[in-house]
């Protein structure tokens, strides 16, 4: 297997965490964007809030996975956490797609976190990827999460927006299990 230079967003969060493990486990290197002063060349510092990525450190990866954004399941959605929770996604999704537009080599392969609340209550109803958006908070919020990811989609040869599996509210009892098994 050829060995790669992966850069995730939301690499302490719970899908995140698991899969640098994993990426890590399988021999490549993984290249943290933290919001915090990097501590070695393992990490890259960004700030989402004000739209500012070290592209710098972006240099020579393969690919971009982006799964930062608030928790979901671990608090009441109040008026201002569900603004905590969309600004942290679209926002620090703007801020890594511009980087990557931005870059003379882009990597190759651009994957965006998003949310299966992109389809709304769904009721007995199944849906797919070609199904459209439901209404609400979660299915709005994800729309424009994933056209934040536009400029990244545009510049690198391969992307995907991952609708994985979210709380649909703030309140919920168990741990939301992650949608993959590493």
């Given at each position: 297997m050829q060995r790669s230079r992966i850069a995730v967003a939301g690499a302490s969060g719970l899908i995140g965490s698991a899969l640098v493990r994993s990426l890590t486990a399988d021999g490549h290197e993984v290249v943290r964007l933290v919001r915090r002063e990097p501590r070695d060349e393992s990490e890259v510092r960004w700030d989402p809030e004000a739209g500012r990525v070290d592209t710098a450190g972006l240099a020579g990866c393969d690919a971009l996975v982006n799964l930062a954004g608030a928790g979901v399941g671990s608090r009441r959605w109040t008026d201002a956490y569900k603004k905590r929770i969309h600004d942290s996604r679209v926002n620090g999704t703007t801020a890594l797609a511009r980087a990557v537009a931005s870059l003379d080599e882009p990597p190759k392969v651009f994957v965006n976190g998003s949310a299966m609340g992109y389809y709304g209550e769904t009721g007995?109803?199944?849906?797919?990827e070609d199904s459209p958006a439901g209404r609400g908070f979660l299915p709005e919020l994800c729309v424009e999460w994933e056209a934040a990811a536009a400029?990244?989609?545009?510049a690198a040869a391969a992307?995907?927006?991952?609708r994985a599996p979210m709380p649909p509210t703030g309140t919920s009892q168990a741990?939301?299990?992650p949608p993959i098994t590493w």
């Open positions: 007995d109803r199944v849906v797919d400029p990244a989609e545009r992307s995907a927006s991952v741990p939301v299990p």
